[in-house]
């Protein structure tokens, strides 16, 4: 089991940085948070140990680099059973191109955002899973992202409540009464 650290001031000053530039340095991080150089990098040590953070990540430029077709792929399946669920998951999970899939509540059970290299491959992996009769897949839909007006740059951690943020709501109160 991973160790619980108390999320102070500094480990939110910490992943809040990180969560937006995963690849400043660790003297430009202590410094953007006021510890020094060896502190910084044990709070960072502890933090991803206790897995408050998983990786960091660089957001590559698709569009200069390959040609890609984005799309998400809504998923309703015919059975709900938490086993026919687990095999859906599973499966969804062995293929890389498909980045992203949330379970939702709804008419749709699961959205996915997917990258692929053309609609063919898109269409072809479509077609494999719904052959699949094990996963219960009742119908899929296909959405072509057109343009990407805003695109995904972070959570707003700000806005967020840190789970044992006592303080959370009066600073809220502060914030709206003073706009």
Not at 5 to 25: A, M, R
Not at 53 to 82: K, M, P
Not at 135 to 141: D, T
Request: charged share 30%; aromatic share 8%; net charge neutral.
């Amino acid at each position: 089991m991973k160790k619980k650290l108390k999320i102070d001031s500094y480990n939110k000053k910490i992943l809040s940085t990180l969560h937006l530039e995963g690849s400043v340095t660790n003297i430009e991080l202590a410094e953007k948070v006021n510890l020094s150089p060896s502190a910084c990098f044990q709070r960072v040590k502890a933090l991803k140990e206790a897995g408050y953070f998983r990786n960091l990540h660089a957001d590559i430029n698709l569009d200069q680099l390959c040609e890609h077709v984005l799309a998400y792929i809504e998923f309703t399946l015919e059975d709900n059973s938490a086993p026919a669920r687990r095999r859906f998951v599973n499966r969804i999970n062995d293929i890389p191109e498909i980045m992203d899939c949330m379970q939702l509540s709804g008419d749709v059970d699961y959205i996915s955002l997917s990258c692929f290299p053309n609609i063919k491959a898109l269409n072809q992996i479509c077609s494999e899973l719904s052959d699949q009769a094990d996963l219960k897949i009742k119908r899929i839909n296909t959405r072509i992202v057109l343009e990407r007006a805003k695109w995904f740059l972070g959570y707003p951690l700000s806005k967020l409540k840190w789970l044992d943020d006592d303080n959370f709501d009066k600073e809220r109160m502060s914030e709206r009464v003073n706009l």
